[in-house]
């Protein structure tokens, strides 16, 4: 009887099991401890055939950085149902946030720790994504707004700004969170939530915090 002969793996999903095996790699020791040969290790496949299929460690990392902000993005912007209620529309957005963040937390990593401390290129991909989901929140708040006051007077860059620090907030809390034993992704969002919703709504309906200076 002759060898039997093992089906082989088609490269497009090759390719993503390489590319799983860096994000745990790049997200647990770095870019600069890890290395083409743990990835391969991890992967399965010999060396050759990572540099074969992602070229180098600089253009895996990248691609990296490209597929985990796709599917962190993706995330967020498919949780939010436009037909809902502005809180319901927010709340949806931030749990799904940190449900991903939580699920892949070395992806995470990647994103919001690793990228952005290796140079120029890295930190334009990261800024990227950073940027689309800051539009994509200041678009519902601004919905938000549209929807308290028939003919809101809330400035754009006001409104702009909101967004930033809603969005800065999640960045630092999914990272805490996901460093803390026992907290949840439920509990972190309902945190931000209940943070953010109190002065939206306050704001929305007319009652700004001045200072009393």
Do not use: C
């Amino acid at each position: 009887m002759g060898a039997v002969k093992t089906k082989r793996m088609p490269r497009a999903v090759r390719e993503q099991q390489m590319m799983d095996a860096a994000v745990r790699i790049f997200g647990q020791r770095g870019y600069a401890a890890a290395s083409m040969d743990d990835i391969a290790e991890l992967a399965g496949v010999s060396k050759p055939l990572v540099y074969l299929y992602l070229n180098s460690k600089d253009d895996l990392f990248s691609a990296v950085i490209r597929r985990e902000a796709d599917a962190l993005t993706r995330a967020v912007r498919d949780a939010v149902r436009l037909d809902q209620p502005a809180d319901r529309r927010l709340w949806d957005g931030l749990l799904a946030f940190f449900t991903h963040t939580e699920r892949h937390p070395d992806a995470w990593s990647v994103l919001h720790l690793q990228a952005r401390t290796q140079g120029e290129r890295f930190a334009a991909e990261v800024a990227g994504l950073r940027e689309g989901i800051v539009t994509f929140v200041t678009q519902l708040l601004a919905v938000a707004a549209r929807e308290v006051h028939r003919d809101p007077d809330l400035p754009d860059h006001e409104v702009a700004g909101l967004a930033e620090a809603l969005v800065g907030a999640a960045e630092s809390l999914a990272t805490w969170a996901n460093a803390t034993e026992g907290v949840t992704a439920r509990q972190v969002a309902g945190t931000l939530m209940n943070f953010s919703w109190s002065g939206l709504g306050d704001l929305m309906e007319g009652r700004p915090w001045t200072t009393r200076d």
